[in-house]
């Protein structure tokens, strides 16, 4: 499967950004999906996810401001960001976990800077 994202860019703090990704292929059956962010020099951290039936998981640091939602139909995540901060500055990962076990698919990573 393959995963396509979009919807980053540069925005000025208290703004708010959407990501998408899309995923595309055959011979892979989606459960969760989400996003992961990496900020320079910092560890990859799991911003949000979201399994096929809607449950849904955020860091803490984003809880209350970004909104994690899906379209199974299109097999599309979409990440909400609202009162982005200075520290939500990161290239944002989206990954797609199959409900077999197996390894995660992920997105090429889009960036979302957030700065005056």
């Known amino acids: 499967v393959q995963l396509q994202a979009s919807g980053g860019g540069l925005v000025q703090p208290g703004g708010s950004l959407r990501l998408s990704c899309a995923a595309s292929g055959r011979g892979f059956s989606i459960d969760a999906m989400g996003w992961y962010r990496q900020a320079p020099g910092k560890q990859r951290e799991l911003v949000a996810s979201?399994?096929?039936?809607?449950?849904?998981n955020y860091a803490d640091s984003v809880e209350g401001r970004f909104t994690i939602s899906r379209d199974n139909a299109k097999n599309t995540v979409y990440l909400q960001m609202n009162s982005l901060k200075r520290e939500d500055t990161a290239v944002y990962y989206c990954?797609?976990?199959?409900?077999?076990?197996?390894?995660?698919?992920w997105g090429q990573g889009t960036q979302v800077t957030v700065s005056s």
């Open positions: 990954f797609a976990r199959p409900v077999d076990p197996g390894t995660d698919a």
């Open positions: 979201i399994t096929s039936g809607g449950r849904t």
